[in-house]
């Protein structure tokens, strides 16, 4: 079964520093890997999404992710933050094995200080 | 519309009642999920609906929760006596197919309060 890891409960960061939040799979073969957003009290966005080819993945709002075979990751980082980044972010694995259900991390709980 | 929504936005109901929740997908979009977020939790899959087949129902979390879609469009969540535990805040979404690599568009969701 596939199953997908977000160590960090809530990470901090000051307006203007780098950002990486790390996301953690698990599935035998290639998954397709998802990061959404979920900003107070909406549903979620699509940040960016990976299924083949260029292991590095740009999205929107100056995000990217990177998918790396050998360690089951797929982080995302934006190298300069904005007060408006500060939501919850989720790492999502597509459905595998036939499945067409997605499985969610738990989140990740952004917050900026200016 | 242009996006998912959900009807209401919130709702508070009292342990032992029943509610219904709604959902409008985006349209043309065949496939529409259903989850429960929970306080400091991840998405809990409930049902996931495709076009015409038997909706895959194995995420609800109890015979008190049903769902049904009308005519490939609109789907409804129903939770009949409601308990606190029920408590949380209940996503829907959808995409325009049912693969696993389609983008999932999502509702702002409904906050179910129990008390």
């Known amino acids: 079964a596939q199953s997908v890891t977000q160590p960090d409960i809530h990470i901090t960061v000051s307006e203007g520093a780098s950002l990486e939040l790390r996301c953690n799979y698990s599935?035998?073969?290639?998954?397709?890997l998802f990061w959404y957003v979920q900003s107070p009290g909406q549903g979620l966005q699509l940040l960016l999404k990976?299924?083949?080819?260029?292991?590095l993945v740009q999205g929107i709002k100056g995000f990217e992710a990177e998918f790396k075979r050998s360690q089951s990751s797929f982080n995302l980082r934006k190298p300069s933050v904005h007060w408006s980044d500060a939501a919850e972010y989720f790492c999502?694995?597509?459905?595998?094995?036939?499945?067409?259900?997605?499985?969610f991390g738990r989140g990740t709980s952004l917050i900026v200080h200016p | 519309g242009a996006g998912v929504s959900q009807s209401p936005s919130n709702k508070v109901t009292e342990k032992g009642k029943d509610v219904e929740l709604r959902c409008d997908p985006i349209?043309?979009?065949?496939?529409l999920y259903w989850y429960r977020q929970s306080l400091g939790q991840g998405l809990e899959f409930l049902i996931y609906?495709?076009?015409?087949?038997?909706?895959?129902k194995s995420g609800l979390p109890s015979d008190r929760f049903s769902a049904e879609r009308t005519g490939g469009s609109v789907s409804t969540l129903t939770i009949q006596r409601t308990q606190q535990e029920d408590s949380a805040v209940y996503l829907c979404?959808?995409?325009?197919?049912?693969?696993?690599?389609?983008?999932?568009?999502f509702g702002p969701g409904t906050r179910l309060t129990v008390l």
């Open positions: 979404a959808s995409s325009s197919g049912g693969l696993a690599n389609n983008e999932q568009f």
């Open positions: 599935y035998g073969a290639t998954p397709y």
């Open positions: 990976y299924f083949s080819g260029d292991t």
């Open positions: 999502a694995v597509g459905g595998t094995g036939g499945s067409y259900i997605p499985t």
């Open positions: 349209s043309g979009h065949t496939a």
């Open positions: 609906f495709q076009g015409n087949s038997a909706p895959d």
